[in-house]
């Protein structure tokens, strides 16, 4: 049982979005010697000026009041207490706060190849949040980040100014290395970076290591049947689909809530379209561009990065 001793996580995953956290947060939660947030994401240590701060939920600058309420439903026993809030990679505020702790976290990133990520946050963002007022091929998409400002393709483009802030740096934020600089400089011993195609290749591997780095039984993956999570779908009419974000409120509660999901998806699901010629000359423009980034990155971290020479993707 929990008791009223405050838990802080001794385990976090804080990047990067669209590299398989969803699933490993699972496959971990599943875990007897660990207990997951509740929700997965927390953004409770995310800077004031990013559009997922949550006044009242997120760190307010004084104290880690409030940061135990996520972890209210752990069993006090359990060895580690984890979150993963992907947009953490990105934030100030989490640097400083985790390493000005007496006790600091080990931190895993989850990388993905670079273009690769690009092109899969957008179909999310297309699809999956609908949180585009049109529809846009991926060409399309990267081009007005590239030449629009950020107010400009947030009010002609997007649902919401969360939604356009975080489209509108899908190409920033998968430079890696921009961001894992600051981390290694205050963190250098606590963090971890793993990539998202060694998961694909074999999840059984990468949650031993996984486990590893957190020291709990790594035998208890052995006959683990590794579900898949928060993959993305396309949707046929993404206004119902929007709609049905307001709607799910009410079932949030209901004993029948994954039926009437599965249900729901059954009817408005749908294969993501292939990639046209166009949209595949801007996937080999991009991976261009992240030559450099990703070289630094491996050298800083002593990272082997071979795998993202292969062409395969999956979103």
Request: proline residues 3%; charged residues 25%.
């Amino acid at each position: 049982m929990h008791t009223n001793k405050k838990i802080l996580p001794n385990f976090i995953i804080a990047g990067a979005p669209k590299c398989g956290t969803s699933s490993v947060f699972s496959w971990l939660s599943d875990h007897p010697e660990v207990c997951g947030s509740q929700p997965k994401e927390t953004f409770y240590l995310i800077d004031r000026e990013h559009p997922t701060y949550k006044l009242g939920q997120s760190y307010n600058g004084e104290n880690l009041e409030g940061y135990d309420n996520y972890f209210q439903h752990c069993n006090s026993s359990a060895k580690i207490f984890f979150e993963a809030t992907t947009h953490y990679i990105y934030q100030n505020i989490t640097i400083e706060i985790l390493s000005k702790l007496n006790s600091q976290p080990q931190i895993l990133f989850i990388l993905r190849k670079p273009e690769d990520r690009v092109y899969s946050y957008f179909q999310y963002y297309l699809n999956n949040k609908a949180k585009l007022k049109v529809d846009l091929t991926f060409t399309e998409y990267v081009h007005l980040i590239k030449n629009e400002s950020l107010e400009t393709f947030t009010q002609n483009y997007c649902t919401d100014k969360s939604s356009g802030y975080i489209l509108y740096h899908n190409i920033n934020h998968s430079c890696y290395v921009n961001y894992l600089e600051k981390w290694k400089s205050a963190l250098p011993d606590r963090i971890h970076i793993l990539l998202f195609e060694d998961m694909l290749k074999d999840r059984r591997n990468f949650m031993k290591q996984i486990s590893n780095i957190c020291d709990i039984d790594s035998n208890f993956f052995d006959n683990y049947t590794f579900p898949h999570k928060n993959a993305t779908y396309g949707i046929k009419n993404r206004q119902i689909h929007r709609w049905s974000y307001a709607i799910a409120d009410f079932f949030k509660d209901s004993p029948f809530k994954e039926q009437i999901k599965r249900l729901y998806l059954k009817l408005q699901s749908r294969k993501i379209e292939q990639k046209n010629a166009n949209d595949l000359d801007t996937i080999k423009e991009l991976a261009q561009y992240f030559i450099s980034f990703n070289h630094k990155l491996s050298t800083m971290f002593d990272l082997d990065l071979s795998i993202w020479q292969k062409n395969r993707l999956s979103i």
